[in-house]
């Protein structure tokens, strides 16, 4: 009886991790890849602050 009813539950429940292609990601590498968007966009938010303070100044050598 439990095994029917843990075959029910993986039919009715959705896969954990996210999913490309049809195929699931694990969990481990959907959270890493998650991670790494927040790092590029914390640099790109670094980069474009830089660049808006850098703006109207100039470095004579």
Do not use: C, Y
Not at 3 to 14: D, Q
Not at 48 to 58: P, Q, S
């Amino acid at each position: 009886m439990s095994r029917l009813k843990n075959f029910v539950r993986s039919l009715t429940e959705p896969r954990n991790g996210a999913s490309a292609d049809g195929r699931a990601l694990g969990l481990g590498l959907s959270t890493a890849l998650a991670e790494q968007r927040k790092d590029a966009e914390a640099q790109a938010a670094v980069a474009k602050t830089l660049r808006k303070d850098a703006e109207g100044h100039t470095i004579h050598g």
